[in-house]
């Protein structure tokens, strides 16, 4: 394959070595920039909504749609992403989504209403399903098996940093320039990204992957991605209507259950099926869809205890995951070459118990006591363990397949992290709700309340997570909230302790699923 024209050859002073070592630094730092915004549009846009509603009138459905529509689309068309940049070309399909990004982070920027705000976010997720997929393909074509998982350990380090300081870097904008802020950064990263990719990588793609493109098997993937997401989404909201929730559910299914019949007679699938039959690439998205499930769920509910439970404020409660961060930061690289040295199974089992670990102990913590001494701890723990995770589990899928079904690889693995994602947020607040009202009723039944008011809990135990006393209470009003909130934080811990079940099922299941010997010698 001829090479592009803007692809920088050695200087002539340059040794080979020294060149391909430098331009192994460059891609890497492309590929962190241009997985980075996607991964911090995916959080960041949260620390903004207050402002967004008040500037422009936005509604609380409205405000969930800015939230949840970058996530849709991300996980509708991921797997389209990789297969294109199988296609076409893995850095073409990436330069093209810096730029579809960074357009629609401007169009983001200068939003007048709130509908303009939720179709450009929408198409943000576009960008983004074209980032994510091919920035770990180029990453892993650039560098040879035997030092992948220390280059993929490097780039799942950064990763996390960008992701987990996104909120903090948001909140300081908001507050200091505003809400569009946070929009406006990403064109200039997007900016450099493009120049290093311009200049450092070097096309490739399946060089078998020739004919007409799987249209129909992408509209499936489309749809069906798109609808059971929309689904999970709906059901997480206070305006859930059942009836279309349930409908797109199960269109969706159907949907899926087809484009898996159409990938099995397509001379040229979107996904080819064979890569299921890999050990090793089966057991890595499994472990993908419960090991991030955990995190993902934990990501979303810690905040929330921390705020609504513990009193920490908004900025404090994104600090606070910080050292996260800091561990991915500092391990991942050396969790990166465990695969190398041990193979895949011994380090995921590892650190999916170790990250079970973690969960359990934020669990444990109660009000009136120091972050350092109680929440701290689990944050260091949980962050150890996904280090010794993650690395291992992105450079297994890679390994398991052939270099040419890199971008489709990559993009399968993120789209189940993605759906892990989705499916732990919407059942960790029904598990939440039901934990309780199961533990908050014995509780009330020794307060002395008027009856309507008791009635009025009976119906509705639920309304009382809001921590706010019934109207009518009276005198009874502080204790009803006091002893709710002693309830609410026994069912916070009972929602992460299930998490950490969770987290522990991912590690018998590398124990049980990976086989003994995963170990790819370059």
């Known amino acids: 394959m001829t090479e592009p024209d803007t692809f920088v050859p050695p200087p002539s002073d340059l040794a080979p070595a020294e060149f391909g070592r430098l331009r192994r630094g460059l891609i890497l730092a492309t590929t962190v920039l241009g997985s980075s915004l996607a991964f911090i549009d995916g959080s960041v ?34 797997l389209l992403g990789g297969a294109f940049g199988d296609r076409i070309g893995r850095r073409r399909i990436f330069i093209l989504g810096l730029v579809i990004f960074a357009v629609t982070s401007i169009a983001c920027a200068m939003a007048t209403d709130a509908a303009m705000l939720i179709v450009a976010r929408a198409f943000q997720g576009v960008g983004a ?68 990719a311009l200049v450092s990588v070097k096309e490739n793609r399946n060089p078998q992957a020739r004919g007409d493109p799987d249209w129909l098997g992408g509209l499936l993937a489309m749809a069906g991605l798109g609808l059971v997401s929309y689904a999970l989404i709906q059901a997480g909201e206070a305006s859930f209507d059942s009836r279309i929730g349930i409908a797109a559910g199960v269109v969706g299914v159907l949907a899926l259950v087809l484009f898996v019949r159409v990938e099995a007679r397509c001379s040229m699938p979107l996904m080819p099926l064979r890569l299921f039959a890999n050990r090793e690439f089966a057991a890595a998205n499994v472990l993908t869809l419960l090991l991030y499930g955990a995190l993902g769920a934990a990501v979303f509910l810690f905040p929330f205890g921390l705020i609504r439970l513990y009193g920490y404020t908004a900025t404090e409660s994104g600090a606070a995951f910080l050292p996260f961060a800091l561990m991915l930061f500092l391990l991942a690289r050396w969790g990166g070459t465990l695969i190398d040295r041990y193979g895949a199974r011994m380090p995921l089992v590892a650190g999916s118990m170790i990250t079970a670990l973690g969960l359990g102990m934020l669990a444990i913590p109660t009000t009136g006591t ?99 006393a019934p109207e009518g209470a009276g005198s009874a009003g502080p204790l009803i909230v006091a002893t709710a909130r002693l309830a609410l934080i026994d069912a916070f811990r009972v929602a992460t302790l299930g998490l950490a079940v969770l987290a522990a099922a991912s590690g018998v299941a590398a124990w049980v699923m990976y086989p003994k010997t995963s170990r790819r010698k370059g």
Do not use: C
């Open 129 to 196: 399903a074209l980032l994510v997929p091919n920035s770990l393909a180029i990453l892993s074509a650039s560098y040879p098996r035997d030092k992948r998982g220390r280059a993929i350990g490097a780039w799942s380090a950064f990763a996390a940093v960008t992701s987990a300081g996104g909120p903090v870097l948001g909140g300081w904008l908001v507050d200091s320039f505003g809400w569009a802020s946070v929009f406006w950064i990403n064109p200039p990263i997007a900016a450099l990204a493009l120049v290093l």
């Open 370 to 468: 120091p972050y350092w001494s109680t929440f701290l701890p689990g944050v260091l723990v949980l962050g150890i363990g996904m280090a010794i995770s993650i690395p291992p589990l992105t450079t297994g899928v890679m390994n398991a397949v052939d270099d040419r079904h890199a971008g489709i690889a990559s993009a399968v693995n993120n789209a189940a992290s993605r759906v892990a994602f989705l499916i732990a947020v919407a059942a960790v607040g029904p598990l939440l709700l039901i934990a309780f009202n199961w533990l908050q009723a014995p509780l009330m039944a020794e307060i002395e309340m008027p009856a309507e008011i008791r009635e009025a809990i009976r119906r509705d135990p639920g309304s009382l997570a809001s921590l706010t």
């Open 45 to 78: 846009v949260n620390v903004a909504l207050a402002d967004i509603q008040s500037d422009l009138g936005a509604s609380v459905g409205d405000l969930q749609w800015i939230a949840n529509s970058y996530m849709l689309t991300l996980a509708a068309l991921l």
